[in-house]
């Protein structure tokens, strides 16, 4: 099995050498900080300020309703529909667009509980790696407009999917997938980005 951890993490660090973060933030979660660092390597869809910020604000909501006591990092790239077909073929064996990937950095013993012993840290933050999101900005406005809703709202929900899988939840059963709904309808409705 191909190990999804290295690929995008120099996927990334390419990113970061062709250019920096777009957006490095640090928030507090409750318990806990949050590092996320944004690298945008498409040029589809024009990035604001307010996505990104949109961006970390779904990311901490998610993570701030976790009982995670610990530090943590996530990073996000933003790519095209070209480069996420190829991510997904390298990553998954299959070559079509998907919106959204995930790759957790750590194990999870069950959905939203993990030790932090076995993770791997960000030397520079001293942030637990939880893990990275790969996201089309083009697939995101192209469901958007089928949906008959906003880019942001697509957005939104695309983020809180992948931040809880990050997490360890799934849809792999219809018990897993009704609990995972909800969280993301619960989030979703925090962030008055509700359908």
């Given amino acids: 099995m191909t190990n999804h951890k290295y690929i995008l993490w120099s996927k990334i660090v390419g990113a970061i050498h062709e250019s920096p973060a777009i957006s490095d933030n640090m ?3 409750g318990r806990n ?17 307010a996505l990104n910020d949109m961006v970390c604000r779904c990311i901490e909501t998610v993570i701030s309703r976790q009982n995670i006591e610990c530090d943590l990092s996530v990073d996000v790239l933003f790519v095209d529909n ?3 077909a190829q991510i997904n073929q390298e990553t998954r064996g299959i070559y079509c667009v998907t919106d959204v990937l995930s ?3 750590i194990e999870l013993d069950k959905a939203g509980v993990f030790s932090a012993g076995s993770a791997d840290i960000d030397l520079d933050s001293q942030t637990i790696l939880l893990g990275d999101i790969v996201l ?13 809703h906003s880019f942001e709202r697509e957005v939104s929900y695309l983020i809180v999917h992948s931040v809880l899988h990050l997490l360890g939840f799934d849809h792999d ?23």
């Fill in 103 to 105: 790759f957790p950095m």
């Fill in 136 to 148: 089309s900005l083009e697939k995101a406005l192209e469901q958007a407009v089928d949906f008959h």
């Fill in 27 to 29: 928030f507090s979660g």
């Fill in 33 to 49: 900080m949050i590092k996320i660092n944004i690298f945008n390597e498409q040029n589809e869809i024009v990035t604001t300020n």
């Fill in 173 to 195: 059963n219809n018990r897993n997938k009704k609990i995972m709904r909800k969280k993301e309808e619960e989030i979703l409705e925090l962030l008055n980005m509700m359908r």
């Fill in 82 to 84: 070209a480069e996420m």
